[in-house]
């Protein structure tokens, strides 16, 4: 067994106080939004709260966990996330697969009308108008089609595609199976690191969007809870429907910031440790070419 050198143990010494204080500085803001969600008013304004919860308090997440239009709006965004991801998915896996075979017509020509709409779009009102002539609005399809396909997410799926053995697509066909029987029985079972990436990276980005919501939906009980939390924070809603007194209206004012941010970010963090031994291999087997 060979030794590491002085000069090796040394530069992983380095390295590790370096990545542990990119670590603290990353993890600190988050780390300060908890604490002031959980503190008292006057000790928020005099900038007392640091890592530590001081004056706790809970008065503004009890004002908002007893809005039902909280959890209505809750449920909305759950149900948004999960039917546009899964939009989204099909849609991209299907495009990217197509776009992996370097034999197809045409090709050239579906990857720059992708990587056009990356660069330009037809804007916010001919985009509304389409949408209300559709039909779409007040809908959930007015959230998942217009943003059913990322650019970006659909070239890695294309490049890690790419970069499958096409030995394994042929004895398939040879086999017998069909175009999409190879895709469903044997790319994407080998696709999981890729697939799992691009679930987190859509969900992530649906669960945090709120304009469109707040563009395509009349009804407060259509919306989602990005744009509760959103009028919570413009005095709109919430705090005062729940009948909250002026204290009360004064504490949720110093903290509902930190409080919306807490409750925005939750379920990322809870669903993302299990998928996040798939990212990093998802997004490099999908960028790199062998």
């Not at 390295?15 to 500085?25: E, F, H, K, P």
């Not at 987190?200 to 939390?229: C, H, I, K």
């Not at 910031?257 to 490099?284: D, E, H, K, N």
Request: aromatic share 12%; charged share 10%.
């Amino acid at each position: 067994m060979i030794r590491p050198s002085r000069s090796y143990r040394v530069f992983q010494g380095v390295n590790g106080v370096v990545l542990t204080l990119v670590v603290l500085v990353t993890l600190y803001p988050f780390a300060n939004i908890v604490a002031r969600s959980f503190s008292g008013e006057r000790q928020i304004r005099a900038g007392e709260v640091t890592l530590w919860p001081k004056g706790f308090n809970l008065t503004t997440y009890e004002i908002v966990f007893k809005d039902a239009m909280f959890w209505r709006n809750y449920g909305n965004t759950v149900l948004y996330t999960v039917v546009s991801t899964a939009v989204a998915m099909v849609l991209t896996t299907c495009y990217a697969y197509v776009l992996s075979k370097r034999h197809l017509k045409g090709r050239g020509l579906l990857v720059g009308i992708a990587v056009f709409t990356m660069f330009f779009t037809g804007g916010l009102i001919p985009n509304y108008v389409l949408i209300t002539s559709l039909g779409l609005k007040n809908t959930v399809w007015a959230l998942a089609v217009p943003n059913a396909v990322s650019v970006f997410n659909l070239l890695v799926m294309k490049a890690f595609f790419e970069s499958l053995p096409t030995e394994l697509e042929e004895a398939a066909q040879i086999d017998g199976l069909s175009t999409y029987g190879i895709l469903l029985r044997i790319v994407l079972p080998l696709s999981k690191a890729v697939v799992a990436t691009m679930v987190l990276f859509y969900s992530v980005s649906f669960w945090n969007s709120w304009f469109g919501a707040f563009l395509y939906m009349d009804r407060s009980e259509l919306m989602p809870v990005t744009v509760y939390l959103r009028n919570l924070i413009a005095g709109a809603t919430g705090g005062g429907n729940a009948g909250a007194t002026t204290e009360q209206l004064t504490q949720v004012a110093a903290n509902i910031q930190a409080v919306t941010i807490v409750l925005t970010a939750l379920p990322i963090l809870c669903v993302y440790p299990f998928i996040q031994r798939y990212f990093v291999s998802g997004v490099m087997l999908g960028a790199v070419k062998g």
